[in-house]
Structures are given as C-alpha cells and as structure tokens.
C-alpha cells in the first residue's frame, strides 16, 4: 500500500520531529529541510505529493518558496504551518491555491483535516484565522506586490543581514544587479534606508 508523500520544512528541529512523529503511521515522510532555498530544491529532487511548510525561514521564506515550487509542479499540495495569525499573511499563502493554512498553536488533528482537505483539492484555514476577512482581501485588485519575486529574494536576504557582495554570490548574479535590485525597492517602497527595508520585511512576512 502506497501513502501519500510529504516533504517537511521548517528551521526549528523541534517542529520538524514532531510533525515527523504525528504523521508517519498514515504518511510517507520523504525528507525534511531548514530553509526555503532547500526546500526548493528538495521539491524537485523529491517530487512529494504534499509539503507542511513554515513562513518565517532563513534565505528564502516559505511563501516565496512555494511560488517558486508551484511553477516546476503545478500539482503539489502546500500546507502553511506557521505561528503567523495575520489575515495578510493568510492571503499571500493561499494566493497559489491549493493549499491550506494551519497555526502552529492548533491541535494535531487540526494538521490531518488540512491535509485530507489538500489532497481533496481543496483549500483550507484554521478556524483561528477570520475567514471572512481572508476572503474579502483575496478579491482585492490592490494584492498585486509593489516589488518583483527576485527582489522580494534579495529584500529578504538584506533582512537577515546579508552585504550586497554575499547575495550576489548566493544569488549568482553580479554585485551591480544586487546594487541595482536594491535601489529599485527602496523607489518602490518609498523608503531611503536599508533600516526601512528592513522593517517592511518584517512587517510584511518576507523576514
């Protein structure tokens, strides 16, 4: 008998084995990762059916990085599992579709009704979120960002306090596209420090 496929991910070990545990006698648990560039990469190589997945991750987060998973496979299955209650954050998870929305203060079996309701093809929330709110924000023509994905990369990447020189090489791009990356999200933001910047990170769940 086959079981589904899941792909975990998140920073904090803890959470990892923990999942790893509650899912293990009715899944397959096929690998786990710390950060949001390796979960990308994992996704290919692994090719899992489902992946429970944080936000908040070192180098890349884990809305930026489901955007980049769902353009190589279009059918995996997302599950957000994340301290973040805010409606916002809410509605640049679910933006992809197909996924599902759990804190990470919500009961085990909370996880296993996600998930069932994922591999139904259907889109789920936690109850401890305000649906309605998260409805009303994802008919909104204003949900369009402000900066492109590659940006959102590097935004992130100064956030955690990486020098222009470290992101170019992480990023394989030259130390001038950095520079210039950098100065077109300071114009579309309208901020003038690296401070500001990285404040709307933080604010805005890209850090």
Known sequence: MSYPRVLLA????????????????????????????????????????????????????????????????????????????????????????????????????????????????RTYVTSSVN????????QRDELEPAITRRQREVLQLIAEGRTSKEIAAMLDVSLRTVEFHKYRILKALGVRTVADLVQYAIKNGIA
């Open 10 to 121: 998140d920073d904090h070990a803890i959470v990892i084995e923990g999942l790893r545990r509650v899912l293990e006698p009715d899944f397959e648990i096929v690998g786990a990762v710390a950060n949001g560039e390796a979960l990308v990469i994992a996704a290919g190589t692994l090719q899992p059916d489902i992946i429970i997945t944080d936000i908040s991750m070192p180098l890349l987060n884990g809305i930026d990085a489901a955007r980049k998973i769902r353009k190589a496979n279009a059918n995996v299955k997302i599950v957000f599992f994340t301290m973040h209650a805010d409606a916002a954050y809410v509605v640049e998870a679910l933006a992809g579709g197909r996924s599902a929305y759990v804190l990470k203060g919500s009961g085990i079996a909370e996880i296993r009704e996600a998930i069932r309701e994922v591999l139904a093809g």
């Open 131 to 138: 649906r309605d709110v998260v409805k009303a924000q994802l």
